[in-house]
C-alpha cells in the first residue's frame, strides 16, 4: 500500500505539459490510460471481511487524528482514509500516478509543481476535493501540533498558492528532485474536519471528531480497547480509477488489538482473525502450528520482497557523555555476538544489516571512489578517518574472528578513551562506573539484549533493562530521555530529505523529531544537501553512499538484523490473493490493498 508521506523522487527532465504520473530515472512503467496495475485482479469480488490483528506496539487508541503528536490513533487509519494528489505502485520504486491531481506538472526550473484537481473527487461528507481543502491540510500538517517530521521533510517548499477553485501550486526554495512527489503524498483532508459553528477548532484539539478524508474507508463500528471496523464506503469516488481498480475489496477491515504477543498468537490459532504477519524468529519457529494449519485452513507462507534491508539498529544517544565519544560506540558494537545470537536464538532466519542503504544502489561497497572522496574531502576534521578507507563492515564473530579478539580490540579502544577497569567496574579519570539503561516497550526484550548485557559485563559495563509501558517508551523518546532503544528504520531506494530530520543537527534539538542519536555533524548535513539536491542518479549516488560511509564509522547505531521475506499466516478458508506479490509490498499491507474475500 502506498505510504502517504512518499519517499519516491522525481528526476531532472521536468515536463512542461501537465502528466498522470512521474518517473524517477527514466520513463514510468505505466503509460497514460493505462488500466489497472498488473500486481492487482481486476476482477476481484467486493465484499465479506478483513479482520487483522494491530500492527501497532501500543495496546489501544485515544484519538482519531493520526497526525497530532499526543496520543494514539487506530492502526491504518491514514492510508484508509485519506487520500493524497498521487498514489504510487508496488512494482516500481520511484513513481506516482495522480489520483486526487487529475495530472501535474512541474515548472522548467524545478521550483514549481502544479496540480490539477479531478473535478469528481469527494470527501466522505459528499463535498468536492477543492484547491482550499489542500492548502489548508498542507497548511496545518506544517503548523505546531503535528509532527516536526513534516516540517524537517518538507523543509525546501515555500508555500502552496491557490491558483483557482481546483488548481493549487506548490512553491520550492530550490531546484529538489523529490519534492513534487513528496508534496504529491501528503494526506488531504476536508476543512471540516473538526469545525464548530463553521468555524475549525485548534488542530490539537481535533481528537475524537471523525475524520473527514476521501479514502476508500470509513470509520464503522468501534470498541475502544478491543477493535476498530473500517467500512468501504459505497461512494467512493475514485473506486474506478486505474490506479484503484482491483483493489479496496473487503467490504470491512476490522482490526483487533491484545495486550500481550501470547494472547495474539492464541487468538489466531483460535481463529479470531484472518492474517498476521510475523517478526519473531522463534515465533515462526516453533509455535505457529495446532490443528487448523494441519487441516489447512491457516497457511504459514514466505513471501520474497526486494525491499531495502533498512536499518534496525541499537540506537546510541550521543546527547549522553558515555556516548560521545565514537570510539566507545565503537567498542559498544564490537561487544555485540550477533553470529551466536543468530544461531542459537533467531534459527538461522536473519541477515546482519550493514549501513543505510542495503539492498538498494545506494549502498556503500569498498572503498570509496574519486566522486565520494571529492564530497568528503572539504569535511576532514569533521568525519571519522576510517571513512575515508573500505566501508564499515559489522564485527563478526565466525570464521577467523572471535568474540574474545573484539572484546580485546574494545578494551584497547575504551583505554585510548580514557576508561579503565577499577574496583570491578569501567570506570572514566573521575571513578564515575560506565551505566548505561536499554529502553524498551517491551518486557520480552530482555531475552534479546540479555547476551550483549553479559558480553558488555565483561568489559565492566553494566548494561540495565528498563521496560516501560509504551505510552511512556514513546513520551521518552518524543524527549530523548533515554540512553540506548531499538528501532527499526525503513529503508529506502530513493534517499531523501527525510535523512534530515533522522540524522540533521537542525533536527536534534527539536523534540519528537527523527534524530535520536542527537548528531550534529555538518558534514552530514552537507552531505545530504548534496543527495536531496542531485539531479540525476550518476549525482545522487556518490552523496548517498558518502553519507552511508560516515554514519557507519560514526558508530552512532549498532547494526541489527533483517530479514529478505514477509513471514505471513492467513486463513485459506476466509481470504484469497494474487498470484503474485508485487516486490516492493510492505507485507500485511499488500493483503489490505489487493486480497479479497472467498
Not at 528501532?487 to 543537527?505: I, R, W
Request: proline share 6%.
Amino acid at each position: 500500500m502506498r505510504s502517504l508521506l512518499f519517499f519516491l523522487v522525481w528526476g531532472v527532465s521536468a515536463p512542461l505539459w501537465a502528466a498522470h504520473g512521474y518517473a524517477l530515472w527514466g520513463d514510468l512503467k505505466y503509460p497514460v490510460g493505462f488500466s489497472h496495475f498488473d500486481y492487482v485482479n481486476a476482477n476481484a469480488p467486493k465484499g465479506g471481511e478483513l479482520r487483522l490483528v494491530s500492527n501497532l506496539r501500543v495496546s489501544t487508541f485515544d484519538k482519531y487524528n493520526p497526525f497530532t503528536i499526543k496520543g494514539s490513533a487506530p492502526a491504518y487509519l491514514t492510508d484508509l482514509m485519506f487520500d493524497s494528489l498521487l498514489t504510487g505502485s508496488l512494482d516500481e520504486t520511484a513513481s506516482g500516478y495522480g489520483l486526487l491531481a487529475r495530472d501535474v506538472e512541474v515548472a522548467a526550473d524545478g521550483m514549481s509543481a502544479t496540480f490539477h484537481l479531478a473535478p469528481q473527487a469527494r470527501f466522505h461528507n459528499g463535498d468536492p476535493v477543492l484547491a482550499l481543502d489542500v492548502k489548508y491540510s498542507f497548511d496545518t500538517l506544517m503548523g505546531p501540533h503535528t509532527s516536526p517530521s513534516f516540517k524537517s521533510q518538507l523543509e525546501d517548499v515555500a508555500g502552496l498558492d491557490v491558483v483557482d477553485e481546483r488548481t493549487v501550486r506548490y512553491r520550492f526554495k530550490k531546484p529538489n528532485r523529490e519534492l513534487p512527489l513528496k508534496v504529491g503524498g501528503l494526506p488531504v483532508f476536508s476543512r471540516q474536519w473538526g469545525a464548530e459553528n463553521g468555524r475549525p477548532k485548534s488542530f490539537d484539539q481535533v481528537v475524537a471528531d471523525v475524520p473527514i478524508g476521501s479514502g476508500p474507508y470509513k470509520i464503522g463500528p468501534v470498541r475502544f480497547g478491543k477493535d476498530i471496523t473500517y467500512v468501504r464506503d459505497p461512494n467512493y469516488w475514485a473506486k474506478d480509477l486505474s490506479v484503484k481498480r482491483g483493489t479496496n475489496n473487503f467490504e470491512r477491515i476490522t482490526v483487533k488489538i491484545y495486550k500481550d504477543n501470547t494472547a495474539r498468537l492464541e487468538a489466531l490459532k483460535a481463529g479470531e482473525f484472518d492474517l498476521m504477519r510475523f517478526f519473531s524468529a522463534g515465533d515462526w519457529a516453533r509455535r505457529v502450528n495446532g490443528k487448523r494449519f494441519d487441516t489447512g485452513e491457516l497457511v504459514k507462507a514466505e513471501f520474497k520482497h526486494s525491499l531495502p534491508s533498512g536499518f534496525q539498529s541499537y540506537v546510541l544517544n550521543t546527547r549522553r557523555d558515555n556516548f560521545k565519544d565514537v570510539r566507545v560506540r565503537q567498542a559498544l558494537g564490537l561487544a555485540l555476538d550477533y553470529e551466536w545470537m543468530n544461531r542459537q536464538m533467531f534459527y538461522n532466519s536473519y541477515q546482519r544489516v550493514n549501513g543505510l542503504f542495503g539492498n538498494t544502489d545506494c549502498q556503500a561497497r569498498g572503498v570509496p571512489g574519486p566522486e565520494e572522496i571529492a564530497l568528503m574531502d572539504p569535511w576532514r576534521k569533521e568525519i571519522p578517518a576510517a571513512a575515508f578507507g573500505p566501508m564499515a563492515v559489522a564485527p563478526r564473530t565466525d570464521g577467523d574472528s572471535s568474540l574474545r579478539a573484539n572484546l580485546r580490540q574494545a578494551q584497547v579502544l575504551l583505554k585510548a578513551a580514557g576508561w579503565e577497569v577499577r574496583d570491578g567496574a569501567l570506570r572514566n579519570a573521575q571513578g564515575k562506573a560506565f551505566e548505561v539503561e536499554y529502553l524498551d516497550s517491551n518486557e520480552g526484550g530482555a531475552r534479546v539484549i540479555s547476551p550483549w548485557a553479559r558480553n558488555l559485563e565483561k568489559l565492566g559495563i553494566k548494561l540495565n533493562f528498563r521496560p516501560v509501558d509504551f505510552a511512556l517508551y514513546q513520551q521518552r523518546l518524543q524527549k530523548f530521555e533515554f540512553d540506548i532503544t531499538s528501532l527499526a528504520y525503513a529503508g529506502t531506494h530513493n534517499p531523501g530529505q527525510e535523512y534530515a530530520d533522522l540524522f540533521g543537527s537542525a533536527a536534534a534539538d527539536l523534540e519528537d523529531s527523527g534524530n535520536l542519536s542527537g548528531v550534529k555533524s555538518p558534514a552530514i548535513d552537507a552531505l545530504i544537501n548534496k543527495m536531496t539536491s542531485a539531479r540525476t542518479k550518476t549525482e545522487l549516488l556518490p552523496a548517498c553512499r558518502a553519507l552511508e560511509r560516515v554514519i557507519a564509522h560514526s558508530h552512532l547505531l549498532i547494526p541489527q538484523w533483517t530479514a529478505g521475506t514477509h513471514r505471513i499466516v492467513y486463513n485459506s478458508w476466509r481470504i484469497t490473493k494474487p498470484a503474485t506479490m508485487p516486490p516492493y509490498a510492505q507485507g500485511e499491507t499488500w493483503a489490505i490493498d489487493t486480497w479479497w474475500a472467498k
